[in-house]
Structure formats: structure tokens, C-alpha cells
């Protein structure tokens, strides 16, 4: 089924940095969101971005959408050991007003 | 604390025996989802309930079945497992069954088929 990308597939910095990941997709979409999974334990939403947003800020996470590109980038300044997870993109799908269309996640580590 | 929880966070069972899943939630949400993740991979949609209207995604085997008798409780059974079944089953609810709802996933249960 169709399925958003995330780059890269796995981030690794040193804490205190900042980490960036991207989410492109092939439709026009409403809105996207993102999610972060510690090992093995559910999803957990960080925060939705609507089509007509370029920007948007909870806490340390920035995200931006550009949908000319098709593509989504989310920002954690200031990186904690905490952060350490995989992080999930999800938008709406074409002719379902429901289903979510995943990206593969990027591993994120933090390295103290 | 409102919360989408699920039993047991780990369930082994053999090739070929029926095993159920359950997930409960006290969000008194609507929809209730079932997924299927595979190591690094993205969540797979099995089925939702919208109230008590089952849904049952185009993909998803017949060995996968759902319940949900009350709005509080969903169960997932899983008629015959087999190998390629070992994965984590997510539940997750939504106020409304809209893609641009937040889900509120439980932790999961892992299920290794032996």
C-alpha cells in the first residue's frame, strides 16, 4: 500500500544537539502527523500539521510542511537522552477519510 | 489517567493455536483500531470499530478476527497463527474516525509464535 518515506532511517548525535527528520509523500494530503515510539511500547502523538500550515512549535519540536515538495521535516533542539526513539510520520490517505498512511520512521538515538 | 491499555504485553503461543488479544480504553473514545508492526517497520491497519461498525481493511487475512463487546473492550483473535503472524499488536482509539484525529495508542503486545 502506499506508504510515505522518512529520512534518514536512523540518526545518531550527541545530546544537546539537534536532530532533523523528514517525511515526504506522493498525494495531496489535509494534514500530517507525527509520532514517536520508544522501543518496543506503543505511539505516542507529538503533533499535526494542517495543509494550510507552514509551521508549527510544541516545546523543543519544530515542524514544517512545505506541500509543493510534499514533504514534512520535524526539528528537536536541544536533544536528550529521553528522545531516544523512532519517529513516525502519518498522513491522511487518498479516498479514505480515516486511514493513515505511515513512513517507515527514523531511529533516533541520542548518545550521552 | 485515561489510557488505552492492553493484555498481555507479551504472548507466546504455538503454530496453529488460537490466541486473543485484548485492549481496553477509558478514553470512552469511538473508534477503536487494531495494528500490526513488524520490527522497523510502519504500523499496518488490520480493522477498526466505529462504535459497534466493524471494519475490516482489503489486505488483512482471514485468520484475523475482532470483538468488541462493549464500547470499553476490544479483542483481537487470531484463528491459526502462524510464523509470519510474530509481531506487535498495537490498539489504539480515536474520538472521531477522522484521518486527522490524534490516535492514542496502548503499549502493545508482542506475539512470538514458536
Known amino acids: 500500500s502506499q506508504q510515505g518515506e522518512e529520512d534518514p532511517q536512523a540518526l545518531s548525535i550527541q545530546e544537546g544537539e539537534n536532530a532533523t527528520m523528514n517525511c515526504s509523500y506522493k498525494?495531496?494530503?489535509?494534514?500530517l502527523q507525527w509520532y514517536r515510539q520508544n522501543s518496543g511500547r506503543g505511539l505516542v502523538h507529538l503533533i499535526l500539521?494542517?495543509?494550510n500550515e507552514r509551521e508549527k512549535h510544541s516545546g523543543r519540536l519544530r515542524v514544517t510542511l512545505d506541500t509543493s515538495k510534499k514533504s514534512s521535516s520535524l526539528l528537536i533542539t536541544a536533544s536528550r537522552a529521553a528522545d531516544t526513539a523512532s519517529y513516525f510520520c502519518?498522513?491522511?490517505?487518498?479516498?479514505?477519510?480515516?486511514?493513515?498512511?505511515w513512513g517507515a520512521g527514523t531511529k533516533l538515538i541520542i548518545k550521552p | 489517567d485515561a489510557m488505552v491499555i492492553q493484555n498481555p504485553r507479551y504472548q507466546v503461543t504455538q503454530f496453529g493455536k488460537p490466541v486473543t488479544l485484548s485492549c481496553s480504553q477509558t478514553?470512552?473514545?469511538?473508534?477503536m483500531y487494531w495494528y500490526q508492526q513488524k520490527s522497523s517497520q510502519a504500523p499496518k491497519l488490520l480493522f477498526h470499530?466505529?462504535?459497534?461498525?466493524?471494519?475490516n481493511e482489503a489486505d488483512t487475512p482471514d485468520n484475523f478476527q475482532s470483538r468488541r463487546p462493549n464500547t470499553s473492550f476490544c479483542f483481537l483473535d487470531i484463528r491459526s497463527p502462524g510464523l509470519g503472524d510474530a509481531a506487535m499488536y498495537l490498539c489504539?482509539?480515536?474520538?472521531?474516525?477522522?484521518?486527522?484525529?490524534?490516535?492514542?495508542f496502548g503499549p502493545g503486545t508482542r506475539l512470538l509464535v514458536l
Open positions: 500539521i494542517r495543509s
Open positions: 502519518a498522513t491522511d490517505a487518498m479516498g479514505s477519510n480515516y486511514q493513515l498512511i
Open positions: 498525494t495531496s494530503i489535509n494534514n
Open positions: 478514553l470512552n473514545h469511538n473508534v
Open positions: 470499530y466505529y462504535d459497534k461498525d466493524f471494519n
Open positions: 489504539a482509539t480515536g474520538r472521531r474516525r477522522l484521518a486527522g484525529e490524534t490516535q492514542y
